[in-house]
């Protein structure tokens, strides 16, 4: 007891698996007892039991066993997950149970297997009880043979499969072991009785007296079928069913299951295929042809041994087939012919449908055959034929069999008739429509009354077993001319016929009729309505089953048998007929029909009608009356009138009587005569009309339009064809004899009078709507001027449907459409049009000598070939279906080597498909598989023409072949990943239209679930698209039990993909669908049966709920069909239907999308992100949209039927605006559900759904919603996706959504979702999404570059090197714009390009600055006041709308950096927090109008500014005057200043003039304080347009430009006079000014303006006084960021970095006067950015080293002025160990005190000699200063520099620092420069040419460019202005060019140009000699490093002096 203490207390789990017997024993009592006890069997105690129940059965301890197969069979009973463990279980039952001694557990092992079984895990269970018999111990074997034994008894053959069981029988029989051979027996007589003698054929090998036995046995079985008596959990209701019978004792759904189950189980199923053709001999097809009978003989013996395996391997019999085909054909030995007949038929036998691919090829061989009379010859072929014909189909091989029927040779009529006899016995009425039955029909008429009785024998018996399959009412249409004798002889013939199926075929007859008719309609359902007939039931039904009803018997007729009575009836004479009409008229109306006098005429004609009004039809001698009428003066009559009446009356007559053709053809003469009379043409064609309701519209227009042909009026021609046109519009085109008309259209088209050639081409337009394509294939051989007349016709009536016909359903209905428009729309009508068609035989023209050449070795030969035949194809136009040897001999090339030759082949394939039509169905087989296997060629070329050759093909013949056989399971099994995927892709397209399917589509079942697991992506996606087409024709059922033959790991998985494709399974189409829609009275009786159904049909039909009922899913099913699938439901219902749909349709749920956001985050529902939806995503919305939509539209949304979802966009368009709260609270789902229509294929959804989203979009910007994050990462992604579209239009809508996207979510935002949607692989998808990042730069500026631009541009640019043009164009167009965003930055911005990409990049921008024209402004007005159009408002705005936009972005983010830089300085300047962004907001939202008015003189700002309150912001003072637009000061000056940046000119002056006269006025110009950002943004954006547009645009004139250019900057000039508005521009402003004015200096273009030279003067004065007047911190900040720009970027002009140093320069020389205003801690950390980006080292890297002496100048001056004190203000920089700076400010400072110390030391030494030397200072002062007057003079330059030379050399200690120091930099330069010279002449150094001239710079400082400021006037800032553009190199091109120096400057300024031509002079020649020589030059040139050294050095001297 001590070790029971152990275990007693553990789990039950564990006691199972304890190492102790007993404790194990223990574990599984409690287990069962759990079991037993758990009633739920999804309870989660099952899963813990999962991995133990093979352990229960495999117990090692016997006792403990038989307790654990009882646990085990609890669990497998009651337990859910049970059916995972079945193959371990069973498995450990075979091995460990099977073999026990105790029968208690062998018992238990069964019926553990049986409970498997009933699980649903029969295939399972069976594949290890068969791996068993394969166990050594005969114990096991015979357990597992009696289980299956057991099995079978119980469950039956549908639940076991026969096959593998019967193929191991054989085996068992042979065992040594007597119980394993005993068992075997009874397990063979039990399949006996389920599949009788289908199981002999199996076993006739096996020995003969176990056979003996066998037979025995099976005798003493009961010929009753057995019934299945145990039964799956998913078969209850046949249980149920079963034992209600047996309580009932009743047997009738006996004989039903007994067909069933024959039915199912073949004998050829059961067997194994043989190969044969390896085994056939090698000398075979030598044999063969041998000349000895004996040789042949021999070589069809081996071929006939072979063929008597009933069974053959699918393979390439081609060759013997035609081998075979020879001899019958050609052997004049007939006992050969017999011999190879037989062979055939073996061959034919042992392949089934597999060898339908060549019976069109054997066909017509063996009944030309049976010319033979040996009996024995006769029936080996009928054998064949017979044989033959089971695998294929009669459509097919009818061509070849009527070929025959009228041969002469009275043997092979009669063998064909008989054949045909043979074979409609094994047809039913759905395979044998009446359009394959009618041609025969007509045959065996004519072979009734042949002269030979055994044809007419053979006739009757064919008509006889024909009318047994289909019923009497369907062939006696064809049997109207037959007399009674004959036809009691064919229904006697029919009563003797046995079909195949027995008694069966009797559901095509009367008998059956009426249950017949409420079954569902066959596949062969009319294709589309032509008329609203009053007996539309009977008229419209296709098969005769559905004809059994009483009211169908007036269509039993033939439309020739009431024609038949009324063209017989006789011709009355005048005489009768006088009598006639003289009974029925006044007597005085006879009297004066032939009066001489119109007006008796007329009144006589009046009185008729009154007569014929009155008339009852009964009495109305139709004739009579007629006559009478055409009685003289007749259809001659003169008086219009008259003639009118009289053609009136005709029509009256022809409505109201009964009117025949006889009649008819009295009048029509004079009608046609008649019809193109201006008077009486109407009243005439009312007339035709009426005879065309009277006695059909065919008969009538073939009468009339002969009549009229006739004749040679044109005009009555034109209007016959006129009124043919209108009249097949009325009367629809069923029964119109096509090809009588083709010929008189031709003739008509023929006519030289146009009117007839228009009216035929208008007919023709008509008869194109019944027709469609087919009706050209006519007229091919027209000139080409009169077919592009006919093609245009034709595609005007594209995509129109016919006209509902609204005539003629009195007699046609009944007698017309009846029969022969019903055969017409169930071959979809083309099929008639086409057999209209004169078709060539060409099959004597493919001749041998072309096939051999078709397979010839040589490629070109085998080209010339095809060529030959598509010659021959394209020759004949229209082709029989006989092609001879052709299809061989294509099959061949579609595997050439060549595949130059195969694309042939395709084509020529093509042109078949067009020129055979619908014949072409005899080909598919041979001709039309081999292109399937092309569709795995590796070449995608290949496999489209595969494809465009498939879809052809299909067009022609239809599915059904297609699908028959094995031939395509065959093609799927190819292991081929190309041909896979296109196969499965191809029959997704082509599955849902199909109504019904062949059962061998069931074939490819397997194959598909392999493809579902193929290693290729695109084949497992394309299989998991095909899985629901495949599901909606075979059904759930069937194709998740063939899931049982895969593997375990493959089955879960496949059959999850199963459950999602059951949701998403499309309906079925539905056969009466329109046959319904034609005929709206009998479809209401048909819905009063089931209304409760039929309310909802098309949810039932489609839609599975989750949570449906199966049962009520089921039920839904028939009614669906029988209702009104895809068109409007009966009227009660719709009714109903619209009364839900009434109210809203969106649900407002409080607080649903915060609570949807909030279960998001928590992972409680999927995330919205996927590749594809799955199933999951689409069910979870719907559960979510369930609480948010009304129900009936949320079945529509989620409608499997697109044109659902087209109308449910349209309700939510409809209620939008209403319920715009309601939208807003579910936007998140209703998004969501747009982004899974971004999935479908459809155009039309796709188009409604943008249509939807745009509208959407309207709203939300007005009701000024901003989109969540959420919301918006859940829909722009895939919205993204449809930018790539293929097609324009939904790429244009895209588009325009996106830019509406950016109003209601921020822009900031759209742009990571854009750049992740350039990372596609689809080249459209990355060009479109680039092009609208630079919309979106180009819009709101680089800020919108997220994370940064940096990385943002980096990731663009990558773009530029792509393969795709239009994403490189994209890509270069996107940099373009941030480039027009933040100028040479870009360059930085985008990293390292390749020099390609780079070049490409510079060669975009520069032209663009030369080409981008500006759009007029009119018609950037147009495009904005015309919104009348939706779309017009998603157009992109002009630019000119852009602006202000643009505007606000920029000086939101100014002001943010200006706030930051405040706060750093912690200096409080004034601000309104937020107040341009609020006001302009206010504007641009309510009041965008007012962009539209460039007159902005209404704003008086006059009256606005009087009380000048500015200072109190808090308080909005509105005056009485103002303007109605705007309600501040504030928002004024903001509107006033958005108009600057306009893209209209004068918009732009009028508001600077505006912006102008308040700057001018002191006391007004405080009310721009606050805005000056704002107008320096707006100001430069307007320089930018100007430059890239403006200035590009040659159809503006260049004087409004000038002028506006002076607007801009007399504005600035007077801002940045007033310093303390100029002291508010930030730094970023000041930097982009800056950029802007130096822009505009550099541009050349400026010169070619009249007086462009005086506009560079201003800006040079302007931006003096903007470097003297901004607060000198930002302009200093602002300059420095501009030298590092300008200097990273490499499209930048040099000179642009020049002019910007130059203005440092001139800061610096400011310094020493505002040193105590600048932030240094500010200024250093702009230096230190520099330095980072530019290391002293790079800098040195740079052409020119003035960048670096300018830094070290600044550094130098700033240590100069501030000391040591430089080092305490570097607190701005985070890292100043890393800094360059502080090392560099460190060396300075220390190296200016060692210089201080030095210079105090030299003091010191000069003050003892001061006071001696007084006298000498003073004398020295007056030397120098007579010196420099003589080196300022002109004429005096070279002599004063002389002397001062001589005058240093004398007193080498003279200081002449005190009288440089007022000169500018260029004079102090000069002066040493001609010192430096004249010490180099002196001594011998160098030579300088005696030539050059030096002149001398003023010593004024007022005229130095850019001075020191204090002495500003016009004189000097010209002369500035001149210096500075000589510097650039403006002015120094020709020596012509210089300009004299202006008089007003005392002294004279010599010419600049001289200057610098003489300067770089000198450089050129002292390059060499004076590198180590100090000197500086102040003007940068592109001189090489050595100048730049010179320079340098210059520099250095300079500032050693200046200290």
């Known amino acids: 007891m001590g070790d029971d203490s152990e275990w007693i207390k553990l789990p039950i789990d564990q006691k199972c698996e304890h190492k102790i017997w007993k404790a194990r024993l223990h574990g599984y009592e409690e287990a069962l007892k759990l079991f037993q006890r758990i009633e739920d069997e999804k309870s ?38 049970a059916g995972r463990t079945t193959g371990e279980v069973v498995s450990g039952v075979v091995c460990k149970v099977f073999n026990q001694p105790k029968a208690r557990a062998k018992d238990l092992g069964m019926d553990i297997c049986l409970m498997y079984i009933e699980i649903e895990k029969a295939e399972v269970v069976q594949d290890e009880l068969i791996k068993g018999l394969e166990n050594k111990n005969p114990k096991i074997i015979v357990a597992c043979i009696e289980t299956l034994r057991k099995a079978l008894c119980e469950f039956g053959s549908k639940i076991i499969t026969l096959k593998p069981v019967v193929k191991v029988l054989p085996k068992l029989f042979e065992s040594r072991e007597k119980a394993v051979r005993d068992e075997a027996k009874l397990l063979a007589v039990e399949i006996y009785r389920w599949i009788r003698d289908a199981l002999r054929p199996p076993l006739q090998n096996i020995n003969s007296v176990q056979l003996k036995e066998l037979e025995e046995e099976w005798v003493k079985l009961p010929t009753s079928p057995p019934k299945q008596s145990r039964f799956l959990r998913s078969q209850q209701d046949l249980k149920a069913k079963f034992e209600k019978q047996q309580a009932a004792g009743g047997d009738e759904a006996d004989g039903e299951a007994d067909e069933e189950t024959e039915a199912q189980v073949d004998a050829y199923e059961l067997l194994e295929a043989v190969e044969i053709l390896s085994k056939l001999p090698k000398d075979f097809y030598e044999k063969i042809e041998a000349k000895k009978w004996q040789e042949r003989k021999e070589a069809l013996e081996a071929v006939e041994a072979l063929t008597k395996n009933p069974k053959l391997e699918n393979g390439d019999y081609g060759d013997l087939v035609r081998a075979l085909k020879k001899v019958i054909g050609k052997d004049a030995n007939v006992m050969l012919v017999a011999l190879a007949a037989k062979c055939m038929a073996g061959l034919t036998t042992g392949l089934r449908k597999k060898f339908g691919t060549y019976a069109g090829h054997v066909v017509p061989t063996i009944l030309e055959k049976f010319k033979e009379k040996k009996p024995q010859v006769v029936q080996a072929l009928q054998e064949a034929i017979d044989a033959v014909f089971l695998t294929t189909t009669l459509q097919n091989i009818s061509e070849d069999v009527l070929a025959v029927m009228d041969n002469k040779n009275p043997s092979i009529k009669q063998q064909a008739s008989l054949f045909l006899a043979r074979s409609f016995r094994h047809c039913t009425p759905s395979t044998l429509p009446k359009s394959v039955l009618k041609p025969f029909c007509a045959a065996f008429l004519k072979q009734v009354n042949d ?49 195949a199926g027995g008694k069966k075929g009797d559901g095509g007859g009367v008998k059956k009729a009426k249950p017949a008719a409420k079954a569902p309609p066959p596949a062969e359902a009319p294709a589309k309505p032509s008329g609203p007939p009053k007996k539309a039931p009977p008229a419209k039904a296709s098969g005769p089953p559905k004809k059994g009803k009483p009211a169908s018997a007036p269509s039993g007729k033939s439309k020739k048998a009431p024609e038949s009575k009324e063209t017989v009836e006789t011709e009355l004479s005048t005489e009768v007929c006088e009598e006639k009409a003289a009974a029925v008229l006044p007597a005085s109306c006879m009297q004066l029909l032939d009066s001489a006098n119109w007006k008796e005429r ?51 007559i022809a409505q109201k009587g009964s009117f025949s053709k006889t009649s008819a053809l009295v009048v029509l003469d004079g009608l046609v005569d008649k019809i193109g009379d201006v008077k009486c043409g109407i009243k005439a064609k009312e007339a035709l009309t009426a005879i065309g309701e009277a006695c059909s519209l065919p008969w009538t227009a073939e009468q009339v339009v002969s009549v009229a042909f006739a004749q040679k009026n044109p005009k009555n021609q034109a209007e016959t064809l006129s009124w043919l046109a209108n009249a097949m519009k009325e009367f629809g085109f069923a029964g119109i004899n096509v090809k009588a008309f083709i010929n008189n259209v031709k003739t008509a088209l023929g006519a030289t009078n146009p009117a007839v050639r228009t009216s035929a081409i208008t007919l023709l337009g008509v008869m194109y709507l019944y027709m469609g394509a087919p009706l050209r294939m006519f007229f091919e051989d027209e000139k080409p001027a009169l077919l592009s007349q006919i093609d245009a016709e034709f595609e005007k009536m594209q995509g129109q449907t016919p006209p509902a016909s609204i005539r003629g359903s009195k007699k046609v209905g009944t007698e017309e459409e009846g ?54 194809i394209s020759e004949a136009k229209f082709i029989q279906a006989s092609i001879g040897e052709l299809p061989m001999a294509l099959k061949g090339r579609l595997n050439d080597s060549n595949k130059l030759l195969v694309q042939q082949t395709l084509t020529i394939l093509q042109q078949i498909a067009t020129a055979m039509g619908p014949a072409l169905k005899q080909h598919v087989k041979n001709l039309g598989i081999p292109v399937i296997t092309v569709l795995g060629d590796s070449k995608a070329n290949v496999r489209a023409a595969a494809m465009a050759t498939l879809n052809a093909w299909v067009e022609q013949t239809g599915m059904k072949e297609w699908l028959e056989g094995e031939d395509l399971s065959e093609e799927l099994k190819k292991e081929n990943p190309f041909l896979r995927q296109e196969l499965l892709g191809w029959l997704a397209e082509k599955l849902p239209t199909l109504r019904a399917v062949p059962a061998d589509l069931m074939l490819c079942i397997p194959h598909l679930f392999t493809c579902l697991e193929d290693r290729s992506g695109d084949v497992r996606k394309k299989a998991q698209d095909a899985l629901p087409t495949f599901m909606m024709h075979l059904g759930y059922e069937k194709m998740n039990k063939a899931t049982s033959k895969l593997k375990p790991a493959s089955k879960d998985q496949v059959v999850s993909m199963l459950e999602k494709a059951r949701a998403v399974m499309p309906a ?53 069909k029988k209702g009104v699938v895809g068109k409007k439901p009966p009227v009660k219902v719709g009714a109903k239907d619209e009364e839900d749909k009434s109210g809203p349709i969106y649900i407002l749920v409080p607080n649903g999308k915060e609570q949807r956001v909030k279960e998001e ?25 369930s609480t948010c939509l009304a129900k009936w539209l949320l079945d529509e949304l989620f409608h499997f039927d697109f044109q659902r979802h087209v109308k449910a966009i349209g309700a939510m368009i409809e209620h939008m605006e209403a319920e715009c709260e309601a939208v807003i609270s579910c936007l998140d789902l209703v998004l969501k559900w747009f982004t899974l229509r971004f999935f479908d294929t459809n155009t039309s959804v796709l188009m409604k759904a943008l249509e939807f989203l745009k509208l959407l979009f309207i709203m939300l910007s007005k009701k000024d919603y901003q989109l969540n994050d959420y919301e918006a990462s859940s829909f722009i992604p895939y919205l993204i996706l449809k930018v790539g579209e293929s097609k324009d239009v939904v790429r244009k809508d895209v588009r325009a959504i996106l830019t509406m996207l950016c109003k209601v979510y921020a822009a900031s935002k759209v742009f990571p979702f854009l750049m992740d949607g350039t990372k596609s692989k689809n080249s459209k998808q990355r060009s479109e999404c680039l092009e609208e990042l630079g919309c979106l730069i180009e819009n709101f500026g680089m800020n919108v570059c997220q994370p940064t631009p940096a990385k943002a541009l980096k990731e663009i640019a990558v773009h530029i090197g792509d393969r795709d043009t239009t994403v490189r164009n994209a890509a270069l167009n996107t940099v373009l714009a941030a480039y027009n965003a933040c100028g040479d930055q870009v360059f930085k911005l985008i990293g390292n390009l390749s020099e390609k990409e780079m070049s490409m990049l510079e060669e975009r921008i520069k032209r663009a600055a030369k080409k981008s024209p500006a759009a007029p402004a009119k018609q950037e007005r147009v495009q904005k006041e015309q919104p009348t159009n939706p779309n017009a408002t998603f157009l992109r705005k002009p630019a000119q709308e852009e602006v202000p936009n643009k505007l606000r972005i920029m000086y939101r983010t ?23 962004q609020l006001d302009l ?44 637009i705007h309600n501040s000061t504030a928002s004024t000056i903001n509107f006033v200043i958005s108009q600057v940046a306009s893209g209209d000119i004068n918009t732009s002056i009028q508001a600077l003039a505006q912006i102008d006269e308040v700057l001018r006025q002191a006391d007004k110009a405080e009310a721009m304080s606050g805005h000056i950002d704002q107008f320096l943004i707006a100001t430069f954006m307007q320089l930018r347009l100007i430059y890239n547009t403006h200035m590009a645009d040659d159809r503006l004139d260049k004087k409004d430009i000038f002028k506006l250019y002076s607007c801009i900057i007399g504005n600035m000039l007077s801002l940045f006079s007033m310093e303390s508005l100029a002291r508010e521009a930030s730094i970023g402003v000041l930097k982009d000014l800056m950029h802007g004015l130096i822009t505009l200096m550099l541009d050349s273009r400026v010169e070619d303006i009249e007086d462009g030279q005086q506009l560079i003067r201003s800006v040079n004065l302007l931006m003096v006084r903007v470097l003297e007047r901004s607060d000198q911190t930002n302009i200093l900040s602002a300059l420095l960021v501009l030298l590092q720009d300008s200097l990273t970027s490499t499209a930048g002009s040099p000179m642009f970095s020049e002019l910007v140093m130059k203005c440092l320069w001139r800061m610096i020389r400011f310094l020493p006067q505002t040193i105590n205003s600048i932030n240094l801690d500010r200024i250093l950390l702009d230096v230190h950015n520099f330095m980072k980006v530019f290391p002293k080292e790079k800098l040195k890297q740079l052409k020119s080293d003035v960048p670096h002496r300018t830094l070290k100048t600044l550094l130098h001056t700033l240590c100069k002025l501030t000391g040591a004190k430089i080092l305490d203000h570097l607190s701005m920089i985070e890292n100043r160990n890393e800094s360059e700076l502080e090392a560099h400010l460190r060396k300075v400072v220390k190296l200016l005190a060692n210089l201080s110390g030095h210079k105090s030391d030299k003091s010191t030494e000069k003050g003892a000699l001061r006071s001696d030397d007084k006298v000498i200072k003073a004398n020295v002062s007056d030397i120098l200063s007579e010196i420099f007057k003589k080196i300022g003079s002109k004429e005096n330059t070279k002599e004063g520099l002389t002397e001062l030379y001589e005058y240093k050399q004398k007193y080498s200690d003279a200081d002449i620092e005190p009288f440089l120091r007022n000169t500018s930099q260029f004079f102090q330069s000069y002066v040493e420069r001609g010192l430096r010279m004249i010490e180099s002449e002196r001594e011998g150094k160098g030579r300088i040419p005696t030539s050059t001239v030096i002149p001398p710079p003023s010593t004024d400082p007022s005229s130095v460019s850019l001075g020191n400021g204090d002495d500003l006037n016009a004189a000097a800032y010209y002369e500035r202005l001149k210096i500075l553009r000589q510097r650039r190199g403006l002015e120094n091109s020709t020596p012509e060019e210089e300009r004299p120096p202006l008089g007003s400057l005392k002294p004279s300024v010599a010419s600049c140009t001289d200057m610098l031509h003489s300067k770089l002079s000198q450089l050129k020649e002292s390059r060499e000699h004076f590198q180590q020589e100090q000197s500086h030059s102040h003007s940068p040139t592109r001189s090489s490093a050595s100048n730049l050294d010179d320079l340098k050095k210059r520099l250095e001297r300079i500032k050693s002096k200046r200290q």
């Open 1454 to 1476: 100014y002001r943010i950096q200006a706030r930051a830089q405040n706060a750093l300085l912690d200096q409080s300047a004034p601000s309104i927090p937020k107040e341009f």
């Open 602 to 652: 007329l009144a006589s004609m009046e009185e008729f009608q009154r007569a014929v009004e009155q008339m009852d039809k009964s009495e109305m001698p139709c004739q009579a009356l007629v006559r009478m009428l055409a009685k003289k003066p007749g259809w001659k009559e003169t008086n219009f009138q008259v003639m009118q009446m009289k053609l009136h009356i005709v029509g009256l």
């Open 819 to 872: 029969d022969e428009a019903d055969e017409e729309q169930v071959d979809g009508g083309a099929g008639d049009i086409m057999d209209l068609l004169p078709r060539t035989d060409i099959s004597d023209k493919i001749t041998s000598d072309m096939v051999s050449k078709i397979e010839d070795k040589n490629w070109k030969v085998r080209k010339e070939g095809l060529d030959e035949v598509a010659a021959i």
């Open 1161 to 1185: 985050k928590g992972l409680k529902i999927l995330k919205w992100n996927f590749m594809t939806p799955r199933d999951e995503y689409v069910e979870q919305l719907k559960t979510q949209l």
């Open 1068 to 1120: 079925k189409v539905a056969a009466p669908a329109k046959a319904a829609a034609s005929k709206p009275a009998p479809s209401a009786p048909a819905a009063k049966p089931a209304p409760a159904r039929n309310q909802t049909p098309s949810e039932d039909f489609g839609e599975p709920e989750p949570k449906a009922d199966p049962k009520k899913a089921k039920s839904a099913g028939p009614a669906a």
């Open 451 to 499: 002269s030979a009785p055994e044809v007419r024998d053979a006739a009757f018996e064919a008509l006889g077993t024909a009318m047994k399959v289909v019923g009497e009412k369907a062939v006696n249409p064809f049997l109207t001319e037959v007399d009674k004798l004959k036809l009691d002889k064919i229904k006697e013939c029919a009563d003797k016929v046995e079909l």
């Open 1481 to 1524: 907001d206010v504007f641009e939202n309510n009041h965008t109008c007012a962009s539209d008015i460039p007159d902005l003189v209404q704003h008086k700002l006059d009256e606005v500014l009087e009380p000048v309150m500015i200072p109190e912001r808090k308080i909005r003072s509105v005056s009485p005057h103002f303007d109605d």
């Open 44 to 81: 989660p105690e099952w899963g813990k039991y999962l991995g133990l129940t093979k352990r229960f059965v495999t117990e090692s301890n016997a006792v403990a066993q038989l307790k654990g197969l009882e646990a085990a069979l609890a669990y497998i009973e009651n337990a859910h997950v």
